[in-house]
Protein backbone atom coordinates (compact mmCIF):
# COMPACT_ATOMS: atom_id res chain seq x y z
CA UNK A 1 0.00 0.00 0.00
CA UNK A 2 1.49 3.40 -1.29
CA UNK A 3 0.98 6.60 1.21
CA UNK A 4 -1.92 7.89 -1.41
CA UNK A 5 -4.00 4.78 -0.66
CA UNK A 6 -3.60 4.82 2.77
CA UNK A 7 -4.25 8.39 3.29
CA UNK A 8 -7.57 7.57 1.17
CA UNK A 9 -8.54 4.51 3.84
CA UNK A 10 -7.71 6.21 6.54
CA UNK A 11 -10.53 7.21 8.50
CA UNK A 12 -13.12 5.47 6.43
CA UNK A 13 -16.13 3.57 7.74
CA UNK A 14 -16.46 -0.23 6.86
CA UNK A 15 -19.70 0.96 5.53
CA UNK A 16 -18.15 3.13 2.99
CA UNK A 17 -16.17 0.44 2.14
CA UNK A 18 -18.93 -1.78 1.48
CA UNK A 19 -20.88 0.49 -0.08
CA UNK A 20 -17.58 1.13 -2.96
CA UNK A 21 -17.79 -2.93 -3.10
CA UNK A 22 -21.49 -2.91 -3.82
CA UNK A 23 -20.84 -0.13 -6.19
CA UNK A 24 -18.03 -2.18 -7.97
CA UNK A 25 -20.39 -5.57 -8.03
CA UNK A 26 -23.16 -3.76 -9.52
CA UNK A 27 -21.43 -1.98 -12.01
CA UNK A 28 -19.44 -5.13 -13.06
CA UNK A 29 -23.08 -6.87 -13.06
CA UNK A 30 -24.08 -3.99 -15.97
CA UNK A 31 -21.15 -4.37 -17.69
CA UNK A 32 -20.88 -8.19 -18.39
CA UNK A 33 -24.88 -7.78 -18.92
CA UNK A 34 -24.28 -4.85 -21.37
CA UNK A 35 -21.19 -6.93 -23.16
CA UNK A 36 -18.66 -4.24 -22.09
CA UNK A 37 -15.56 -5.11 -21.98
CA UNK A 38 -14.48 -5.66 -18.03
CA UNK A 39 -11.85 -3.12 -18.20
CA UNK A 40 -12.89 0.62 -18.82
CA UNK A 41 -10.85 2.64 -21.74
CA UNK A 42 -10.82 6.27 -21.99
CA UNK A 43 -12.09 6.11 -25.33
CA UNK A 44 -15.45 4.79 -24.03
CA UNK A 45 -16.16 7.89 -22.62
CA UNK A 46 -14.66 10.05 -24.54
CA UNK A 47 -16.94 13.34 -25.84
CA UNK A 48 -20.67 12.92 -24.32
CA UNK A 49 -20.64 9.16 -24.06
CA UNK A 50 -19.78 9.23 -20.15
CA UNK A 51 -23.14 10.88 -19.69
CA UNK A 52 -25.17 8.30 -21.88
CA UNK A 53 -23.32 5.50 -19.84
CA UNK A 54 -24.68 6.86 -16.82
CA UNK A 55 -28.09 7.87 -17.79
CA UNK A 56 -28.12 4.14 -19.52
CA UNK A 57 -27.05 2.67 -16.38
CA UNK A 58 -29.24 4.81 -14.08
CA UNK A 59 -32.46 3.93 -16.07
CA UNK A 60 -31.65 0.17 -16.13
CA UNK A 61 -30.97 0.12 -12.14
CA UNK A 62 -34.17 2.07 -11.78
CA UNK A 63 -36.31 -0.12 -13.45
CA UNK A 64 -35.32 -3.22 -11.27
CA UNK A 65 -35.59 -4.04 -7.72
CA UNK A 66 -32.47 -4.97 -6.67
CA UNK A 67 -31.95 -6.49 -3.25
CA UNK A 68 -30.20 -4.71 -0.58
CA UNK A 69 -27.56 -7.87 0.13
CA UNK A 70 -26.74 -8.64 -3.47
CA UNK A 71 -24.38 -11.13 -5.07
CA UNK A 72 -22.48 -10.74 -8.46
CA UNK A 73 -25.77 -11.53 -10.22
CA UNK A 74 -27.89 -9.10 -8.19
CA UNK A 75 -29.70 -12.08 -6.87
CA UNK A 76 -30.24 -11.70 -2.47
CA UNK A 77 -27.78 -13.37 -1.02
CA UNK A 78 -30.37 -14.44 1.75
CA UNK A 79 -33.61 -14.55 0.07
CA UNK A 80 -36.01 -14.36 3.14
CA UNK A 81 -35.04 -10.82 3.33
CA UNK A 82 -36.95 -8.61 0.78
CA UNK A 83 -35.41 -5.06 1.26
CA UNK A 84 -34.84 -4.02 -2.02
CA UNK A 85 -32.31 -0.99 -2.50
CA UNK A 86 -33.69 2.52 -1.95
CA UNK A 87 -32.79 5.33 -4.94
CA UNK A 88 -30.30 7.38 -2.67
CA UNK A 89 -28.06 4.23 -2.64
CA UNK A 90 -27.97 3.35 -6.43
CA UNK A 91 -26.84 6.85 -7.05
CA UNK A 92 -24.39 6.72 -4.05
CA UNK A 93 -23.34 3.86 -6.05
CA UNK A 94 -23.35 5.59 -9.40
CA UNK A 95 -21.41 8.13 -7.76
CA UNK A 96 -18.82 5.97 -6.57
CA UNK A 97 -18.71 4.36 -9.97
CA UNK A 98 -17.81 8.03 -11.31
CA UNK A 99 -15.19 8.33 -8.77
CA UNK A 100 -13.98 5.12 -10.09
CA UNK A 101 -13.80 6.42 -13.68
CA UNK A 102 -11.65 9.21 -12.84
CA UNK A 103 -8.89 7.53 -11.53
Request: glycine letters at 4%; hydrophobic letters at 40%; one cysteine or more.
Given at each position: ?25 L????R?I????E ?11 L??Y??T?G?Y???R???R??N??L ?12 P???L ?12
Amino acid sequence: MNFASAVRELGRAQSTISHDTSAQKLFRYYRRIKQLPEKMSADEFAGEKLQEYILTAGNYFANRCIARNFNENLEAINPANLHCLVPQTLLGCMGQHLLYIRK
